[in-house]
């Protein structure tokens, strides 16, 4: 498992330089020679997205993808209904955005039937795919850490989310693969291989031990237990060669300045992805 | 799925009444007609074991079980070794106690190699179980929620549980199944059926939202979004009859009165379970 020789696949998932604006994140990249950047649509919103689009295209950043569509369960047909017409959306803008990626984040539980939150999911894929097929977008089911199944994902495993895209079965619904999301799953590795052909993103951080928060106590790489060169050489063997994004909750991370998290994070990269 | 009709099967882990001594919390089981308890180590130790055994045994109170023996994976030989003998110390005192049920929390990650941590924990129990079969007790492997893979068990799917038991192959290996650290498994039930005839435990509270905390943020049964019913009936399916344990480790409910506790739990598990 030989180290990368460069950054050329590096991007900054902008949830790492939380207090960056899009044309804060982009142009960090720029300078820091960083080539791709994930965008998150709270984001994109704040800065225009037309606004946004021009950013990057000027700056010559490519966004490697586009955070998040999803969160389909919901108690109420209507609101069902409104969460879909959501993802239309974000497929809309993902592609002014000149992304081929949304990553979905499929949402949780509006009560305690799980089974049923995880059919409303891939009704909610299936329906919106053909939309997004049109735009030249592809929906990428992240599997969230069990920890998050009840408020924000009832997809917690790679091997759920390869079956819902399996079956499913368009051309553009895949999966992307967070390893901290997946790292402690005993069948992560034939589950990688399993996602051969449909992995659409590889998001790198780490975790730490003790975990300061939930959900803003991800580390930077090389800070925690994560095997991230197994698990990148893994995603490498199934074919995956594009970005890697660098994705990390954390507020220490975020008090810190931005330059100097994009200059860590490109050495930590080499080092330990 | 009917719901129980009695408490004959319902046992309180002491974990729940967190500031209870052993005969306080044996007492309050007895006051309460609750007929079994499921006791720690540690507070097994504060109140002395031969105390411990008379005051269970003097009130009439079953023990379910004891928490924990486990914790097998370490840097060094020397450490495994102690940990390895820490184990049989705690088999002793699980049969000095009467209870025929060790629960296994199986340790963490020493350092980034997962695999060899989890080699590590089947090798322990494996090297433990014949000391443990003279002693007539029985040693139950309880996967533990995915958030605790680095700190507390690689073990974290009922899946991989079940993969080391049935490879062990010991008579007095099975699993413990705790709804908290189990629930979000797409491959739950499955595993359940499969746990058949190796179930040594039920432990039931539940997932609430927001969770106050990792560690410390389990809620009383129905006040969550787990489907505690349907994973009883499943348990009972699979042909478990033994003790069901309410292991609760929480802050607000640990403040409140013990007896108090024990009333609430005594009606959420008839109405919830």
């Known amino acids: 498992m030989k180290p990368l020789t460069s950054i050329d696949r590096l991007s900054l998932n902008q949830a790492t330089t939380e207090k960056w ?15 791709a950047i994930g965008l998150w649509r709270h984001k994109v919103e704040e800065q225009g997205l037309k606004e946004s689009a021009r950013i990057v295209r000027e700056a010559g950043v490519s966004v490697s993808s586009l955070c998040r569509g999803g969160m389909f369960p919901a108690e109420s047909a209507e609101e069902r ?3 879909i017409d959501d993802n239309r959306r974000a497929i809309d803008e993902a592609a002014e955005l000149g992304t081929d990626v949304l990553v979905l984040v499929c949402g949780g539980l509006p009560n305690n039937d799980l089974d049923a939150a995880r059919k409303m999911v891939a009704e909610g894929i299936a329906e919106v795919a053909p939309y997004a097929a049109e735009r030249g977008v592809n ?3 992240e599997p969230l850490h069990p920890m998050f199944a009840a408020d924000r994902s009832v997809i917690v495993t790679l ?4 079956d819902i895209a399996i079956e499913i079965g368009a051309e553009n619904v895949g999966v992307v ?3 901290y999301h997946v790292w402690w799953d005993p069948n992560v590795y034939r589950e990688i291989e399993r996602a051969k052909g449909r992995i659409l993103g590889f998001h790198v951080n780490d975790w730490i031990v003790p975990a300061p928060d939930m959900l803003r106590g991800r580390g930077m790489m090389g800070d925690g237990l994560i095997e991230l060169r ?3 050489h893994a ?8 970005p890697i994004e660098v994705e990390i909750f954390n507020d220490e991370i975020w ?13 930590r990269y080499l080092e330990h992805v």
């Open 21 to 35: 604006s899009v044309r804060e994140a982009v142009e960090g990249c720029a300078r820091a020679g960083i080539p």
């Open 81 to 83: 209904r409104r969460r």
């Open 139 to 141: 929906l990428g089911i």
């Open 159 to 162: 091997e759920h989310a390869n």
């Open 177 to 179: 693969i967070d390893v």
């Open 230 to 232: 197994r698990l990148r």
């Open 235 to 242: 995603v490498d063997v199934a074919g995956y060669t594009g």
């Open 255 to 267: 008090s810190k300045p931005g330059d100097e998290v994009l200059k860590l994070m490109k050495e």
